[in-house]
């Protein structure tokens, strides 16, 4: 399994309805991707967004990178909705969950 944590921070002045209907776009195409696993996404009290991703392995995480309209609206999202954002992809150095 393949972990992307995305953190991001919003413009003031972004167009809150657009960026909804980019990111529900963005979730219809990535959850029907061939390796997503899940999608979760917080609010932190300081305003910081975290978005995390599962994907079964690297490439099937990379076709959903490369995807195209993927690629068209991270444009869009530099340019209208994002300050700033760290994207980090990780893999699960242990996993376990209460209750099995």
């Given amino acids: 399994m393949v972990v992307v944590v995305f953190r991001t921070r919003l413009r003031e002045d972004a167009d809150p309805v657009a960026m909804e209907a980019a990111g529900m776009r963005m979730y219809e195409?990535?959850?029907?991707?061939?390796?997503?696993?899940?999608?979760?996404?917080?609010?932190?009290?300081?305003?910081?967004?975290?978005?995390?991703?599962?994907?079964?392995?690297?490439?099937?995480?990379?076709?959903?990178?490369?995807?195209?309209?993927?690629r068209a609206v991270q444009e869009r999202a530099r340019a209208e909705f994002m300050l700033a954002y760290h994207v980090q992809v990780c893999t699960p150095v242990r996993d376990y969950r209460f209750p099995v």
């Fill in 29 to 70: 195409l990535a959850s029907g991707m061939p390796g997503f696993i899940s999608y979760k996404d917080f609010v932190a009290v300081d305003g910081e967004n975290v978005s995390i991703v599962e994907f079964t392995d690297l490439d099937t995480l990379q076709a959903w990178r490369n995807h195209p309209e993927h």
